[in-house]
Structure formats: structure tokens, C-alpha cells
């Protein structure tokens, strides 16, 4: 298993030896791919890397740089660039390091809440000057961080099974079986544990997740019905409906009539 620090250290090497490069804010995508369209609560800084002639990840030839603002659709990567690519979902408590479509660390750094300042300030800007300011904190913010990896002994049982849903929610084809291949458990042993440790299944806990980040979307008004239910992987706005209209005792709808801070009927935070 490749030593998640080595690559943090690789990473810091490159992106200091690589500034000033293209960092560019993502908007609003319709464009299909290998990564289905979708959309975060949270900054999301994307690093795509170039392959080595053996097909492995360069961590030391970076090949794009991408932000994408909190709320706006993130862009779809293709089957080439998932295989070689690290993201950063950047939190006001830390920045979730994500590799292999799983959360593999967390990162902890004295000046991440002034990279969230700049990173609100640069969204506004868009300029070529904020962009050189990102990259320089950035790169700053990465060299003093330090790296908590989700080993094992610390991310057991039920908290892998929600970490990977939590990242893969707005996949439609999203399966159980699916969700028990990229943990290593078996279908039958993931149901026994989220029934043991959170008394639920984890098709009840997809449902509910997508239903909790539907509801946030819709506060926001921002985005028609079908596209939330598209959004937080539903196929058929139809059902989207019913089913939310069942969890939480009114309809879409009227949903985009209340706040985000409205629990609302059996409503719980995720």
C-alpha cells in the first residue's frame, strides 16, 4: 500500500516547483463523464496529475489545478484523469484528503482558515493576481500540514461504509454491493454492521443522506426540482418526490419555501 505521506511530501515538492500555474475556478458544467456531475457544500480543490509509461501516477508532473466553489456543479473527470487525480474537500475544522475515490487522511493546518478567506476572495475576483495568491497559500498550507491518515485502527466498521457514501451520494447506479467492494466487506457483512452500530441499513442511510442534501439544495433555490434530484442521484424526479415528500411530510416545493436551518419533519443532520 503506497505510504499516504510520501505523496503528501511529493505533492508539496510539486506544486512548489510548479507556481505560478493554472488554477482555475469551475462553474457550471453539463458536459457528461467517468465522474457523474455534482456538487459540494464545501471548496473542493482538484489535482490532476500525468501517467507514468507504466500507467502509474506521477505525482510529480502535475497536469491541471482546479477549484470548485461551494454549490456550483463540479465538473466531470474523464476515465484517464479519475485514475490520476487527488482531491482536497477543504472544511473550516480541516481538509479531507481523498485519493482512490476514498477518504484517505485529513489535514490540518494553523492557516486554513485564512485559506478559506482568500479562497471566498479570489471565487469573487477571478483574477489572475488571486489566482497567484491561491497557489502560493495553497502550496504554503500543504507543506505545514499535518496528516492524519484514516488508517485502519481509526476508520473501522460503519464510519468506512458512510465515508463512502458521503463521497459517492449523486451516483444514480450507486449500489450496496458497490459501496461493500470499495470497503472490503462483504454485501451481508456491511448490513450486519450499519445495523449493529447505527441501526439502520446502509441502503436506508443512502436514502436519508440524499434526502438530507436534497433538502439543503432546495433551501437554497437555486436549482429546479429535477435537477436537485439529479444532483443527489435520483433518476426519476417522480420518485424523488414521493420518497421525499414520505421522509419528510411535505413536498419539494415547499421545501424551497423554508431555511436551511429547518430540520423539518424527521429531518437530521448530516
Given at each position: 500500500?503506497?505510504?499516504?505521506?510520501?505523496?503528501?511530501?511529493?505533492?508539496?515538492?510539486?506544486?512548489?516547483?510548479?507556481i505560478?500555474?493554472?488554477?482555475?475556478?469551475?462553474?457550471?458544467?453539463?458536459?457528461?463523464?467517468?465522474?457523474?456531475?455534482?456538487?459540494?457544500e464545501f471548496?473542493?480543490?482538484?489535482?490532476?496529475f500525468r501517467?507514468?509509461a507504466?500507467?502509474?501516477?506521477?505525482?510529480?508532473?502535475?497536469?491541471?489545478?482546479?477549484?470548485?466553489?461551494?454549490?456550483?456543479?463540479?465538473?466531470?473527470?474523464?476515465?484517464v484523469?479519475?485514475?490520476?487525480?487527488?482531491?482536497?474537500?477543504?472544511?473550516?475544522?480541516?481538509?479531507?484528503?481523498?485519493r482512490g475515490?476514498?477518504?484517505?487522511?485529513?489535514?490540518?493546518?494553523?492557516?486554513?482558515?485564512?485559506?478559506?478567506?482568500?479562497?471566498?476572495?479570489a471565487?469573487a475576483e477571478?483574477?489572475?493576481?488571486?489566482?497567484?495568491?491561491?497557489?502560493?497559500?495553497?502550496?504554503?498550507?500543504?507543506?505545514?500540514?499535518?496528516?492524519?491518515?484514516?488508517?485502519?485502527?481509526?476508520?473501522?466498521?460503519a464510519?468506512?461504509?458512510?465515508?463512502?457514501?458521503?463521497?459517492?451520494?449523486y451516483?444514480?447506479?450507486?449500489?450496496?454491493a458497490?459501496?461493500?467492494?470499495a470497503?472490503?466487506?462483504?454485501?451481508?457483512?456491511?448490513?450486519?454492521?450499519m445495523?449493529?452500530?447505527?441501526?439502520?441499513?446502509?441502503?436506508?442511510?443512502?436514502?436519508?443522506?440524499?434526502?438530507?442534501?436534497?433538502?439543503?439544495?432546495?433551501?437554497?433555490?437555486?436549482?429546479?426540482?429535477k435537477?436537485?434530484?439529479?444532483?443527489?442521484?435520483?433518476?426519476?424526479?417522480?420518485?424523488?418526490?414521493?420518497?421525499?415528500?414520505?421522509?419528510?411530510?411535505?413536498?419539494?416545493?415547499?421545501?424551497?419555501?423554508?431555511?436551511?436551518?429547518?430540520?423539518?419533519?424527521?429531518?437530521?443532520?448530516?
Amino acid at each position: 500500500m503506497t505510504d499516504e505521506s510520501q505523496i503528501i511530501a511529493r505533492l508539496r515538492e510539486t506544486l512548489a516547483r510548479h507556481i505560478p500555474f493554472d488554477f482555475s475556478f469551475c462553474g457550471h458544467c453539463d458536459q457528461a463523464g467517468a465522474l457523474a456531475v455534482h456538487l459540494h457544500e464545501f471548496y473542493e480543490i482538484r489535482l490532476v496529475f500525468r501517467a507514468n509509461a507504466d500507467g502509474a501516477t506521477d505525482y510529480n508532473r502535475l497536469r491541471t489545478a482546479d477549484i470548485t466553489i461551494p454549490y456550483r456543479m463540479h465538473p466531470p473527470l474523464s476515465a484517464v484523469e479519475l485514475r490520476h487525480h487527488i482531491s482536497f474537500h477543504v472544511k473550516k475544522e480541516s481538509i479531507s484528503y481523498i485519493r482512490g475515490g476514498n477518504i484517505v487522511g485529513e489535514l490540518f493546518s494553523p492557516s486554513l482558515p485564512l485559506l478559506l478567506d482568500k479562497l471566498d476572495m479570489a471565487a469573487a475576483e477571478n483574477s489572475a493576481q488571486g489566482s497567484l495568491v491561491l497557489q502560493l497559500l495553497f502550496a504554503l498550507v500543504l507543506a505545514e500540514c499535518s496528516l492524519v491518515p484514516d488508517s485502519a485502527a481509526a476508520n473501522t466498521g460503519a464510519r468506512r461504509i458512510c465515508n463512502y457514501i458521503h463521497l459517492n451520494y449523486y451516483n444514480p447506479d450507486l449500489t450496496v454491493a458497490e459501496v461493500a467492494r470499495a470497503v472490503n466487506y462483504s454485501p451481508n457483512y456491511i448490513q450486519f454492521l450499519m445495523k449493529k452500530e447505527m441501526d439502520t441499513t446502509p441502503r436506508e442511510y443512502l436514502v436519508r443522506y440524499r434526502l438530507e442534501k436534497a433538502r439543503r439544495l432546495l433551501a437554497r433555490q437555486h436549482y429546479q426540482i429535477k435537477e436537485v434530484a439529479a444532483l443527489c442521484g435520483w433518476k426519476c424526479p417522480h420518485y424523488f418526490t414521493n420518497t421525499f415528500r414520505k421522509y419528510f411530510g411535505y413536498s419539494p416545493g415547499m421545501a424551497q419555501k423554508y431555511t436551511q436551518s429547518d430540520p423539518g419533519k424527521n429531518g437530521q443532520n448530516f
